[in-house]
Nanobody, 115 residues
C-alpha cells in the first residue's frame, strides 16, 4: 500500500513561485512513475508533470519552461518547482504514483495564483 502526502500549496501573486512536495510512504520503487496532476472545477484532472520509470520528465504544455519536476528516489519524494505562476495555474494539485498494477493519489494541495 502507498500513501501520498502533498505540501507546499498556497496563495501567490502572478509571477511568483511555489514548491510542491509529495512525500510517499509504502512500497514506492524507482520503476514507479510519480508526478503531479491538477484539477479545477468542472474540468478533468490533467497531467502537469511526471517522472517516468526511465527518469524522463514529461510536462504539460502549460508547464513546460516554467515548472521543474524532480524526484528523490531514496527519500521517495517528488518535487514540483513552479515559477512564473499564472492565474490559470490555479487548482488543486494531486500527487500521483503509478505502479504496473495500481495507481495512487494524494489528497491534493490547493494552489491559488492571484491576478
Amino acid at each position: 500500500q502507498v500513501q501520498l502526502e502533498e505540501s507546499g500549496g498556497g496563495l501567490v501573486q502572478t509571477g511568483g513561485s511555489l514548491t510542491l512536495v509529495c512525500a510517499a510512504s509504502g512500497s514506492i520503487i524507482s520503476s514507479d512513475t510519480m508526478g503531479w496532476y491538477r484539477q479545477v472545477p468542472e474540468k478533468q484532472r490533467e497531467l502537469v508533470a511526471i517522472v517516468t520509470s526511465g527518469f524522463i520528465p514529461i510536462y504539460a504544455a502549460s508547464a513546460e519552461g516554467r515548472f521543474t519536476i524532480s524526484r528523490d528516489y531514496r527519500k521517495k519524494t517528488v518535487t514540483l518547482q513552479m515559477n512564473s505562476l499564472k492565474p490559470e495555474d490555479t487548482g488543486v494539485y494531486y500527487c500521483n504514483a503509478k505502479k504496473s498494477t495500481a495507481t495512487y493519489w494524494g489528497q491534493g494541495t490547493q494552489v491559488t495564483v492571484s491576478s
